[in-house]
């Protein structure tokens, strides 16, 4: 490969930026790019890995994105190749995970003519993404890189695009690559804003934490638990949420809250007088939902402006690290606050509440497994180490409900868009992350199917994963609201598929959970296996329409 070309510089300030993969699928307009990441002679070159689907590739991307807090890449070709970006630009950007996206585009010379594969790249992905161009020159193409990097870790985190004309990653360059620049750091606010938010605190009779998706950011979950050792106060988690609160703190978890509000968390956040929302995003459960009358006091600490409406307008906002001015709280606090004695009885009273919802039931029908006896077994076979990946389904509401987390970003959910499909390839990015602990990916047999195909990926990698499919043969999640609403459903029935027999087809071993074969002994043998494990369970779902019944009084609609 040449020295000076466009495709060196770009992979050079890859290297630069310390990016590690770059998922996708090639094409001509953009192959001189992939050409360079195979045969560049660097040994810090990143790895590139050939998807199957470049919305999946795009999920990868995103995984790495919110695993690591660091920009994931994913690299296609033009026409197609940037249009099935959509789906995983639009989830990355709202659920706050840093990507950069580069494509393919037509030479220059026919932007303008109706030519193969030549659309508006740059327009077709400026909504869905923070920041979109197209590179004119190829001596800006490593400046647009540096600049893609810094938009996407910005406040808040989420996908940019950089659409490449073929003439422009096929040319030579002129100037120097970029180098890494320190990213711009966010202080903590005023002095008088933490002393009223104290003063707020000290007022209240029950305060309550919502804990969002950027308070699961490392360096705020570490603060967070922090200043909960010293200052005990009672936490909801959101579902990007999960994790923030580690088992020693467990007294303190009132559960997750999203979708329906009919949970134990709703009810906390309804009683509240004082909501301190951290790192919290509307689009993970709108204010409408848990706070349509107002009755309560909201605290916003976060490192975004909060969107305002008419459900959320918080008395006090401070913007800036939300791990340092939560440290900055726990100095001011320690030592001078805790709660009533009558609220942590009332508390007390919550929390064995809440705790006996995850029960199984002792008796089980012949239709399938009950979730909570799914969620309660796996439960048992996965570390606080382990990543879970949960498709969106059902299966989602019960694992988001049920599941127990102690790190942050180890149980991963699309909350933003639930886009179908994210599982799969959330895993395998994982199992990319960290080769040798065991990765735990969750879906339905509708959601599987979105992105199944990327199995031969994993395969190919040789994913250390467990792939769950709950059985059921509906896409569930729409029927049960449907027969709530309408008494009956529509269009939610498909067909069955063997997906024992559909991953050995691609190399993988499949497992069924059947009368002669139990969870707990099909789970030990999936999790001793080297390599991807798909396994196959049958799923009662009769109880779901209990899932968005008793809903508090003040619900919208």
Do not use: C
Request: glycine letters at 6%; a negative charge.
């Amino acid at each position: 490969m040449t020295t000076n070309s466009a495709a060196s510089a770009l992979v050079e300030t890859m290297i630069n930026y310390d990016i590690k993969y770059v998922f996708g699928i090639p094409g001509a307009k953009i192959d001189k790019l992939f050409e360079e990441l195979e045969y560049n002679q660097s040994p810090n070159k990143p790895q590139l890995i050939i998807a199957r689907h470049e919305q999946n590739a795009a999920f990868m991307a995103a995984a790495v994105g919110r695993l690591t807090g660091k920009p994931g890449v994913v690299l296609v070709t033009s026409g197609p190749g940037v249009a099935n970006l959509a789906t995983g630009l639009v989830t990355a950007t709202s659920e706050g995970d840093p990507v950069i996206a580069l494509g393919g585009q037509v030479q220059r010379d026919d932007l303008a003519r109706l030519t193969h594969q030549s659309i508006p790249n740059q327009e077709l992905l400026n909504p869905v993404t923070k920041y979109s161009v197209e590179v004119q020159d190829p001596d800006n193409l490593s400046e647009a890189f540096a600049n893609a990097y810094q938009e996407a870790l910005a406040a808040k985190n989420g996908a940019v695009f950089i659409s490449i004309p073929q003439d422009v990653i096929d040319a030579n360059v002129k100037r120097e690559v970029m180098v890494k620049s320190p990213l711009v750091e966010q202080g903590v606010p005023a002095k008088d804003q933490l002393k009223s938010f104290v003063q707020e605190i000290k007022q209240a009779q029950m305060p309550v934490i919502l804990a969002g998706m950027r308070a699961s950011q490392q360096k705020a979950t570490r603060a967070l638990r922090t200043l909960l050792h010293d200052v005990a106060l009672p936490i909801v988690e959101t579902f990007q949420g999960a994790g923030v609160l580690s088992r020693d703190l467990e007294n303190l978890f009132f559960g997750r809250v999203g979708l329906f509000r009919n949970q134990t968390g709703d009810t906390l956040l309804k009683q509240a007088d004082l909501v301190i929302t951290v790192g919290y995003d509307p689009i993970e459960y709108e204010a409408r939902n848990w706070n349509k009358e107002r009755q309560s006091k909201i605290i916003h600490l976060d490192s975004v402006v909060p969107e305002l409406t008419q459900e959320y307008q918080p008395e006090l906002i401070l913007q800036g690290d939300i791990g340092d001015t939560l440290l900055a709280l726990r100095e001011i606090l320690k030592g001078d606050y805790a709660l009533s004695t009558s609220t942590k009885e009332h508390l007390l009273a919550i929390k064995k509440e809440f705790d006996d919802k995850d029960v199984p039931p002792t008796t089980q029908s012949n239709q399938g497994l009950h979730p909570l006896t799914i969620v309660n077994e796996l439960q048992q076979h996965v570390s606080d180490q382990m990543v879970v990946t949960v498709d969106v389904g059902s299966h989602y509401i019960w694992m988001a409900r049920h599941f127990r987390s102690y790190e942050p970003r180890h149980l991963l959910f699309s909350n933003g868009m639930q886009t179908l499909g994210v599982a799969l390839p959330w895993a395998i990015a994982a199992s990319l992350l960290d080769p040798k602990r065991k990765v735990v990916s969750v879906a339905g047999d509708g959601g599987f199917m979105f992105s199944s195909q990327e199995l031969e990926t994993a395969v190919r990698l040789h994913s250390n994963l467990v792939q769950l499919v709950w059985v059921d043969g509906y896409y569930d999640m729409v029927r049960f609201q449907e027969q709530s609403k309408y008494g009956q459903e529509a269009g939610v029935k498909f067909g069955p598929i063997d997906f024992v027999k559909f991953a050995e087809s691609f190399g993988a071993r499949g497992l069924r959970v059947d009368e002669q074969h139990d969870l707990s002994t099909i789970l030990d043998e999936a999790f001793a296996i080297s390599g991807p494990v798909v396994v196959e369970i049958p799923v009662d779902y009769s109880q779901n329409f209990k899932l968005n019944q008793n809903l508090l009084t003040d619900q919208f609609n």
